[in-house]
């Protein structure tokens, strides 16, 4: 494959898994993650946390986020493309600070925005690693 194709198939599978995700269609969401997908996220003191792996938690996971969050939405604020990684600046919006995915110290009942980047790498035509920096 040319590096064109390359860069087209992956901002095809991280607009996918957007549009997926703000409609909370969990099962198009899930398709364009690798099974054996990690989801990881990036400290301030730059250490790094695997968060879950494996498709079965990552479903798992993000179920109980659309589950619990029917205001959740996504707002891309820029996608960068780099030899094989797609970097998304984006602004989440809807996420409840009860959210099992969420910041756990905070009150039940409100609402939560917060600005992230999310680092996707690519496996077998699919999106097999995510890391989360906020």
């Known amino acids: 494959m ?12 991280c607009q ?3 549009e997926a995700y703000n409609k909370k269609d969990i099962e ?16 301030t003191n730059n250490k790094t946390e ?3 792996e494996g498709i079965l938690e990552f479903k798992n996971q993000y179920q109980k986020r659309f589950q619990e969050n029917p205001q ?25 600070f009860n959210s099992t995915i969420s910041n756990q110290n905070n009150q039940a009942n409100q609402t939560n925005n917060r600005h992230v980047a999310a ?9 097999s690693e995510v890391y989360f920096v906020d």
């Open 72 to 96: 959740l939405h996504c707002h891309l604020k820029s996608r960068i493309l780099l030899q094989s990684t797609v970097i998304d600046e984006e602004h989440i919006t809807g996420l409840s």
């Open 2 to 13: 040319n590096n064109k194709v390359n860069k087209e198939i992956m901002f095809n599978l």
């Open 50 to 52: 695997l968060l879950f």
């Open 16 to 18: 996918g898994q957007l």
């Open 119 to 127: 680092i996707y790498k690519f496996s077998d035509l699919k999106i």
């Open 28 to 43: 198009t969401f899930v398709s364009f993650y690798h099974t054996n997908i990690k989801v990881y996220k990036i400290h």
